[in-house]
């Protein structure tokens, strides 16, 4: 089976350089771009809709531009309840769970029975265009970083929140 690979485009602004006082006393704007060092806490994350994904779940992006040919890394903040419908990347996604717990697997096709559990630390790698699902039980934050451009396309278009 093909898929059709669609980047996701979000709102972001580009960082100007940082003086090192700004890298000091104030966080920098998102996304990073690569000036400088970053240094950021938890607080310091600008969270937002995500339109590749169905409400409520929000995304912070961290560094990169998503639909540039370029390094990313940004979280997910997953509420209890959460379903992730089977969707494939045009990229690699590498994923770390920040805190909560993520049920997620390889597949075509949702199973709760397949998935593996990954606590806080656990990492998955997937490659490009594989199939992969999960869940949540809790409140979830996932960071995920590669190189884009980055995209998400469900298996089923009737699982996409912006058909």
């Known amino acids: 089976m093909k898929y059709r690979m669609i980047a996701t485009v979000s709102a972001m602004t580009i960082l100007g350089s940082l003086s090192a006082a700004q ?27 995500i339109a590749s994904m169905a ?8 560094e990169g531009v998503l639909s540039e040919n370029e390094p990313f890394t940004f979280r997910l903040n997953l509420p ?16 770390t769970v920040i805190s909560g717990t993520l049920h997620f697997a390889h597949g075509e096709e949702f199973d709760r029975e397949q998935t593996h559990t990954l606590e806080q630390g656990g990492v998955a790698i997937m490659a490009p ?23 998400i396309e469900y298996i089923d278009p009737a699982d996409d929140p912006r058909n």
């Open 23 to 49: 890298a000091m006393d104030e966080p920098p704007d998102l996304p990073y771009r690569g000036e400088g060092h970053i240094m950021l806490n938890t607080d310091d994350l600008e969270w937002g809709d």
């Open 55 to 62: 409400a409520p779940a929000q995304i912070a992006v961290i």
């Open 80 to 95: 209890a309840g959460y379903r992730i419908e089977p969707h494939i990347h045009p990229e690699y996604e590498r994923v």
């Open 129 to 151: 265009g594989e199939p992969m699902f999960g869940y949540t039980e809790e409140d979830t934050v996932i960071q995920v970083h590669g190189t884009g451009p980055w995209g």
